[in-house]
């Protein structure tokens, strides 16, 4: 049976769309055959993500993993472009699963096809012929965590390196000039804060930040975050959709 794999992800078989349904050809000693034509053929899943507004959404990584039921189907993954398209093509019938991951800074869920963010995703059916699967997507807004990074002098620091950690989850952002992070695009949940500088390490053990107007949330009224004598991470909780700040810090210089 013959096999072509012009690229990573794409198969096409000879007289057959999988191995088991392929032509077996026969070949004797010293023979020469001529004439053995693979077609590329295939279904193709196409479609826009676009923010809450309707405004495309670019550099969206989409990831396409064949479901259980597909043993056979490719893996393959894509961008989207400047107006928010991403295509997948020439893919072997079967089930399939879509997720969606926006670029780093980018204030958008990721989240799989149909607006799971939990749970079993749901699948895509290609039929094994050229079927145009279109599956748009509208990405909701995420949560956002933020605060200010300074030693105990109250200059700031710059190039921290923030962690949120929720569930095995790791969304990061680093300090600008002014010691101010701001992470986007989480989920609602307990989190808790690392910060890095070099081989320093500490986590924020501060207050629980208060709801705030529209939606935010500042530190509590009993004052600003303080060390935690334990020096065990506090978490704090983020409410879908909620901005949250005042995760300030402060370290000695060192």
């Keep these: 049976k013959i096999r072509a794999e012009p690229y990573s992800g794409s198969r096409y078989f000879y007289g057959g769309r999988t191995l088991a ?100 995703p749901d699948v895509v059916r290609i039929e094994e012929t050229d079927q145009l699967l279109t599956t748009d997507v509208v990405l909701e807004r995420g949560a956002s965590v933020s605060g200010r990074v300074t030693y105990t002098d109250g200059s700031p620091i710059a190039g921290v390196h923030v962690s949120l950690y929720s569930d095995g989850a790791d969304t990061a952002a680093t300090t600008d000039e002014n010691g101010v992070f701001t992470a986007v695009g989480l989920e609602p949940g307990q989190y808790s804060v690392s910060f890095w500088k070099g081989l320093r390490q500490w986590f924020y053990t501060g207050s629980q930040p208060s709801p705030g107007p529209s939606g935010s949330s500042s530190p509590s009224p009993s004052g600003s975050p303080a060390p935690d004598p334990s020096g065990e991470p506090a978490l704090i909780t983020v409410d879908e959709g909620a901005a949250v700040t005042g995760i300030d810090t402060s370290v000695e210089r060192g």
């Design 21 to 120: 349904t392929a032509t077996v050809v026969r070949v004797r000693a010293g023979e020469h055959l001529t004439g053995i034509a693979v077609e590329k053929v295939g279904g193709v899943i196409a479609g826009v993500v676009t923010d809450p507004d309707g405004r495309p959404v670019p550099s969206v990584r989409v990831y396409l993993d064949p479901a259980d039921s597909c043993s056979d189907c490719e893996y393959a993954n894509t961008l989207t472009d400047e107006s928010g398209r991403y295509r997948f093509a020439e893919l072997m019938g079967g089930e399939y699963t879509l997720e969606y991951i926006p670029a780093t800074g980018v204030n958008l869920r990721a989240e799989w096809w149909r607006d799971k963010h939990t749970g079993t």
